[in-house]
């Protein structure tokens, strides 16, 4: 994953290991960066033009 590559300042130990807390710590942060559903600027932004189109498309085939 994205953290195989970290050595840990506290422990020197690998942080994808997770040897001690600070680890651990890193290791959720790096994790929850990368993984799962992370509301970014980018993605509101998309999700802001995806409704305009939906919503534009719904009143176009009305009229
Ligand atoms: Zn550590």
């Known amino acids: 994953m994205c953290c195989d590559d970290l050595v840990?300042?506290?422990?020197?130990?690998?942080?994808?290991?997770?040897?001690?807390?600070?680890?651990?710590?890193?290791?959720?942060?790096?994790?929850?960066?990368?993984g799962g559903f992370v509301l970014s600027p980018q993605l509101v932004a998309l999700l802001l033009l995806?409704?305009?189109?939906?919503?534009?498309?719904a009143a176009h085939q009305v009229q």
């Open 8 to 34: 840990c300042a506290r422990c020197a130990g690998p942080v994808a290991e997770g040897r001690c807390p600070t680890c651990r710590a890193a290791r959720a942060e790096l994790h929850h960066q990368s």
């Open 50 to 57: 995806v409704l305009t189109a939906v919503a534009l498309l």
